[in-house]
């Protein structure tokens, strides 16, 4: 079955550090990935995705992340955290024409030490 | 500006009592979803529909209703068998199911008292 596991369920990091949210995927095929954002209180917002091609994605806010299919993984990186980053971030794989939903992980939260 | 309308944002309920969560579309998306988020727990499908007229249970559809009569809307019905309905209930929608990225509205907090 298909499965999405963020390791993580906190991280905390330094205002001006670098980022890496881990997220782990189980799936056949090719996935098409997500990263989405939430603030407290607040829906989810794309941060980037990646469906084919360079397995280097730019997102929004400064986020990247990178698809390894040897090591099924798809992590968020960023060089350079800013206290309004602190929120949820969610990874999310979808699977294709055939499949009627995202499969999601559990969740990151991510906590800015000032 | 396109995008998705969640009302209210704050509910109350009284326990027994059906209560109605209403989400509007105008992206002109086919696919609409119906998320429940309780902490710690990501999210959990509720209910889905990829086209008017039509739709399909999730993982969690026990004491959930829905209706998609019209393309822009896919309201939720929470119903007295419900056993657990506080939550934090988020309203979705995509081009395609699975394949594209999902917009989400700002959800609604339902508090049963």
Request: with cysteine.
């Amino acid at each position: 079955a298909q499965s999405v596991t963020q390791p993580d369920i906190h991280i905390t990091v330094s205002e001006g550090a670098s980022l890496e949210l881990r997220c782990n995927y189980s799936y056949g095929a090719t996935p098409y990935l997500f990263w989405y954002v939430q603030s407290p209180g607040q829906g989810l917002q794309l941060l980037l995705k990646y469906f084919s091609g360079d397995t280097l994605v730019q997102g929004i806010k400064g986020f990247e992340a990178e698809f390894k299919r040897s090591q099924s993984s798809f992590n968020l990186r960023k060089p350079s955290v800013h206290w309004s980053d602190a929120a949820e971030y969610f990874c999310a794989v979808g699977a294709g024409y055939s499949n009627y939903q995202l499969i999601w992980g559990a969740g990151t939260k991510l906590i800015i030490k000032p | 500006d396109g995008g998705i309308t969640q009302s209210p944002k704050y509910l109350f309920r009284k326990e027994g009592q059906n209560v109605t969560l209403s989400c509007e579309q105008n992206l002109n998306h086919d696919a609409m979803y119906w998320y429940r988020q309780d902490p710690g727990q990501g999210l959990r499908l509720i209910y889905y529909s990829q086209i008017v007229n039509d739709f399909q249970k999730g993982d969690i559809a026990e004491g959930y209703s829905v209706s998609r009569e019209k393309k822009e809307s896919f309201p939720l019905t929470v119903t007295s068998a419900q056993k657990n309905p506080t939550a934090f209930y988020l309203c979705a929608s995509s081009l395609q199911t699975g394949r594209t990225e999902a917009f989400f509205g700002q959800g609604t907090r339902l508090t049963v008292v």
